[in-house]
């Protein structure tokens, strides 16, 4: 298997799993390659590092979810894979320069 299918495997898995616990040492271990070689070789290729690409993942996640009215920012929170709602409001005020509850009052259809 050629580096980039099990990179490409791995930005597959994350998609489909972000809300669930999910740490870089699982991810590479899928990828069988060691946490250094696979932060480094993960960062090259996606242009993001493993870590700052699942969050991504899950912010992006959580703005389609927000654009829906029928979960709370807590539900939200953790069907995205966010520890807690405070860390998941820290995460996307740092993103967007608003809270959840801004972006959902300014996008919402």
Not at 63 to 79: G, K, Y
């Amino acid at each position: 298997v050629s580096t980039n299918e099990r990179i490409g495997r791995i930005q597959a898995y994350v998609e489909l799993h972000c809300g669930e616990k999910i740490s870089v040492s699982d991810l590479a271990k899928n990828a069988n390659m060691s946490v250094s070689n696979f932060n480094r070789l993960f960062t090259k290729e996606v242009g993001a590092s493993p870590k700052n690409y699942l969050n991504s993942v899950r912010l992006n996640k959580s703005l389609n979810l927000l654009r829906r009215n029928d979960f709370s920012v807590s539900e939200i929170a953790v069907q995205c894979g966010f520890s807690s709602l405070s860390h998941f409001s820290a995460a996307f005020h740092k993103e967007y320069n608003m809270s959840p509850s801004e972006y959902r009052e300014k996008y919402n259809l």
